[in-house]
Nanobody, 123 residues
């Protein structure tokens, strides 16, 4: 079982930046893809970004391409999401996921989830 803890959320003005972190512990393995999903207020969970086990390949949803960057440090069992140029529509609870065999945006491909961190973008 892998435990995931997200951090780094908060309130930021439009155009600002945040860096989310997700620390994995327990029966961790760097041999799996990890991802970030988000759930905006009143909406369902949606894919944001994913990264392969080696970190060599990434995937993003269209709305964040060019603004967000996913990365990982396998020595620290941590995945990051650098978010720049934040918009009000990025407001959501952001969740970290672990366990897929490739960098997919399909949530059922991941078997471990964090509890989420709130990101609010407002002036």
């Amino acid at each position: 079982q892998v435990q995931l803890v997200e951090s780094g959320g908060g309130l930021v003005q439009p155009g600002g930046s945040l860096r989310l972190s997700c620390a994995a512990s327990g029966r961790t393995s760097s041999g799996f893809s990890m991802a970030w999903f988000r759930q905006p207020p009143g909406k369902g969970r949606e894919f944001v970004a994913a990264i392969t086990a080696s970190g060599g390949s990434t995937r993003y949803t269209d709305s964040v391409k060019g603004r967000f960057a996913i990365s990982r440090d396998n020595a620290k069992n941590t995945v990051y999401l650098q978010m720049n140029g934040l918009k009000p529509e990025d407001t959501a609870v952001y969740f970290c996921a672990h366990g897929a065999s490739y960098n997919t945006g399909i949530p059922t491909s991941y078997n471990s989830w964090g509890r989420g961190t709130q990101v609010s973008v407002s002036s």
